[in-house]
């Protein structure tokens, strides 16, 4: 929390990240991320929030390197990565661990638990034998899985305890930041909430940062200290939670807010109303692409992209939207 | 969202004809299965009652056993279960009738609406195959016969009634060629193509983004009360019942722990299995959430004895362990089957 004061540098840095895909059939590629900057600093738990198709699971996989970003760079403490997870060292490697959505697809049905976590910790730190036996048992517990898991196979385990070993396993190598894509999606409330309690020992315990990505703005609020928030591959708003959440300025921010089926009356006093939108079709690139959701959507909306604006009085928040650049600097 | 006006005033004549009264009860209902481990009763003594226009919420968490009371109902369930209680439609017993008339009784007055959309339409046959089949079974059991052009007619009106923009284009399109959220409002335009009494729609929405997900909540609330029908809706979600439910049933391993209408169980839930699940919820507030309910769902064939949330709940009583709390009422069609509201009022 509030670390950004006091740290020099961001742990992690993602800078003008594109990621293309080939479409078959298509000499247009999609772009599934669009120029996304964003900063995790130390002990920070920054948030990535979107719906599906937003980019969010992609920014993740290009930042371990399983995707070779199209442009764009990812920095570790200052220092620029290699593209590629094969191109980068052991230690670069080590200080990066992700941890995926569905644990039963992650973890390989025939090796057991054991296994699974003994091969990053030898790869990762050179252990075997009996010291790799402590280390299992230590890491098991550390996940508060009993030490007899060990033997097991994931497909006597239970889809909470799965993920527990998914995040034992990205503890294994000893990581400073953990990737953590919808970790909690597949859940029911109260087994996430015990798996949310998890993290949140084992970040203040290990010292980690979080770079956290959900589509349930409800969990972003509650856990992370800056949210990002992603619509069609771009950054469309960013900021301390709090600011954001007390005044969201976005219109897709908005509406993200306002659809969310919420619990008290408290939580509905925070939804702004939204109005419906218009219909037309959109010219990709050179428009915004919530334009024809949005409420608020004005002329230029339609012709023109907004650029990321830095609002004036609150630090640190920026909006991709036309209706602030009045409130403000421009950015790029 | 706006839908085309010149397609949109009377979809089928029949979906804006009020529907009569008629009450679903259901009582006392169990559901067994025998596996190599023993006996599994996954639904135990079940009670519901949903009246006309009343939009009922069965909320609990995965393995409560709200899917399989739904199929209990319906008569969905495979021939290994066993299946014990009522279910009564306007007071005939339906596990009563003999088979031809009982599916009958569903098929007329009762659809459903899945909760993968694309799974549960064949991917084989365009939209407009699939929705001319239905609307030709369902004309042939009212005893008519319609021609190709009438049942496209009234396809397309239902496609534009649920609020799907381009119901031509839908009609031609392939199930894979349509977003979930179409995908889903394509299986609620099926489900209405036998113009039912009751919606009974298992995780509707779950598969969808946030934002479609509220449209598609909207729509079948308005077809629900602007439409006189009745709706089941089954989720794990609270906040999907809070937004859409009159009346909530609250499962917990195969047993309705709670009832209440939707405001009561949201400012005063009263079980604790209840309590612990909303403190759960992660909030817009960014209020702390609880760290979990302790322990896991238990196993059905070794089902706790007594009330089946003891050995979680952090009130339990040795009467807990020995009797299956009976439902005792709380307030105004409140009723919570837990022992700390023994003698309440």
Known sequence: MATSDTAARPLLEVRGLHQNFAVAGSREPKRAVIGVSLAVWPGEIVGVVGESGSGKSTIARSVVGLYRPSEGTVLLDGTPLPPTARQRSREQKRRLQMVFQNPAAALNPRRSIGQALALPLHIHRGLRGAAARAEIERLLGLVELPAVFAGRHPAALSGGQRQRVAIARALSAGPDLLILDEPTSALDVSVQAKMIDLLMGLKAQLGLSYLFITHDISLVRTIADRVVVLYQGRVQESGPTKAVFSEPRHPYTRLLISAVPVVTEEEAALQPPVAHASKRPLAPDASCAFAPRCPQAMERCWTELPPLYRIKDVKDVEVRCFLHEEALGDRR | ?345
């Open chain 2, 1 to 345: 969202m706006s839908t085309t006006p010149d397609t949109n005033p009377t979809p089928t004549a029949q979906a804006v004809r009020p529907h009569d009264a008629h009450t679903l009860r259901v009582a006392d209902l169990s559901v067994t299965f025998r596996g190599f481990e023993g006996t599994a009763r996954v639904v135990d003594r079940a009670n519901l009652e949903v009246g006309t226009g009343e939009l009922i919420g069965i909320v609990g968490e995965t393995g409560c056993g709200k899917s399989v009371l739904m199929r209990a109902l319906l008569g969905l369930l495979p021939g290994t279960a066993r299946v014990e209680g009522e279910v009564s439609f306007d007071g005939r017993d339906l596990r009563r009738l003999p088979p031809r008339e009982r599916r009958e009784l569903i098929l007329a007055h009762f659809n459903m609406v899945f909760q993968d959309p694309v799974g549960s339409l064949n991917p084989f046959f365009t939209v407009g195959d699939q929705m001319r089949e239905v609307l030709e079974q369902a004309a042939k059991r009212r005893g008519r016969r319609e021609s190709r052009a009438a049942l496209n007619q009234q396809a397309r009106a239902l496609l534009a009634h649920v609020q799907l923009d381009d119901p031509e284009r839908v009609m031609r399109a392939y199930p894979f060629q349509l977003s979930g959220g179409m995908n889903q409002r394509v299986s609620i335009a099926l489900a209405l193509s036998t113009d039912p009494w009751l919606i009974v729609a298992d995780e509707p929405t779950t598969a969808l983004d946030v934002t479609v997900q509220a449209e598609v909540l909207a729509l079948l609330q308005r077809l629900v009360r602007e439409e006189g029908r009745s709706a089941l809706l089954i989720t794990h979600s609270m906040g999907v019942v809070r937004t859409m439910a009159d009346r909530v049933l609250v499962m917990y391993a195969g047993v309705v722990v709670e009832e209440a209408p939707t405001a009561a169980l949201f400012s005063e839930p009263r079980h604790p299995y209840t309590v612990g699940l909303l403190q759960c919820v992660p909030r817009l507030t960014g209020q702390a959430m609880a760290t979990g309910i302790p322990g896991t769902l238990p196993n059905y064939t070794h089902a706790p004895s007594g009330c089946r949330f003891h050995p979680r709940c952090p009130h339990a009583m040795a009467i807990c362990r020995e009797r299956r709390p009976p439902d005792f009422a709380v307030g105004a069609s409140h009723r919570v089957a837990c022992w700390l509201y023994d003698g309440h009022q």
